[in-house]
């Protein structure tokens, strides 16, 4: 069941870095259960890297690094946050208040599409550092950060290419800042893992050409319907 298990998350997440990101969402609670809750981060993480670099080497040109820039700092901060939280607060506390306050971001970024009014609060310094702060203390607990960026990105309003860009760039960046933080804080990257990793490596390439390939069929309204989607399905199954 565990070989089954990472070879249908090397090709998600293929996938996922180049574009189909909603894709991620069954792979992360499939990998806790097959491995162990903090195991599976250490597992997943450097693979999460090998994708990254394919998606930045592909959209490299295609970003808006102010928007990187923004959300980097706090986001820095959510890691050391998460860390110094996790053995005092029972990890489904955090999941839920991550979910509402999600949601709530959720709500405005839908009644801003619907009716067609500006999110006044996204010009404000404190609304990036908000969801930098969110991803970073996400991203470090469970590599679960894709939601937060995703409603981040979809209240800026940004178009498809620049929507995955920038996404490409921003968790590029994290996650291999993560790398030590886990290896050596939390010891649950070791060489057996990395090894299985790179064993991973071609899957996790033709999930990418994958990715590229939809992505490419996708119209902007319908990719735009679609982040939407699973972004919400992502945020009820944090709040469950």
């Known amino acids: ?31 806790a259960m097959a491995f162990g ?16 670099i394919m ?21 820095i901060l959510g890691f050391f946050l ?7 607060v029972p990890h ?25 009014k500006e999110n006044r609060w996204m010009r404000k310094w404190w609304y990036a550092a908000i969801f930098g702060l969110m991803g970073g203390f996400t991203t470090m607990i469970g ?18 290419m620049e929507y995955i860009g920038i996404n490409a760039w921003f968790f590029l960046v994290v996650n291999l800042l993560k790398i030590p933080l886990q290896a050596f ?22 999930g990418a050409v994958i990715g590229v390939s939809i992505v490419k069929q996708l119209p902007e309204k319908v990719f735009r319907r679609f982040i939407q989607v699973v972004t919400i399905l992502s945020v009820i199954l944090m709040i469950i």
């Open 1 to 31: 069941m565990q070989w089954a298990v990472i070879v249908l998350s090397a090709l998600c997440v293929g996938m996922s870095k180049t574009g189909v990101q909603g894709i991620m969402l069954m792979i992360v609670p499939l990998l």
């Open 37 to 52: 809750a903090k195991e599976s981060t250490g597992i997943i993480l450097p693979m999460l890297c090998m994708a990254d």
């Open 55 to 75: 998606a930045v080497a592909y959209y490299k040109r295609i970003a808006d690094w102010k928007i990187v820039a923004k959300l980097l700092p706090t986001a």
């Open 82 to 88: 998460a860390i110094g939280v996790d053995s005092l």
């Open 92 to 116: 489904g506390q955090f999941r839920q208040l991550m979910g509402w306050t999600l949601m709530l971001a959720l709500v405005v970024m839908i009644w801003s599409e619907i009716f067609g």
């Open 143 to 160: 590599n679960a950060a894709g939601p937060v960026m995703s409603v981040y990105l979809l209240s800026m309003r940004k178009e498809k």
């Open 185 to 206: 804080v939390w010891n649950n990257i070791t060489w057996n893992s990395l090894q299985l990793n790179l064993l991973m490596l071609p899957i996790i390439g033709v």
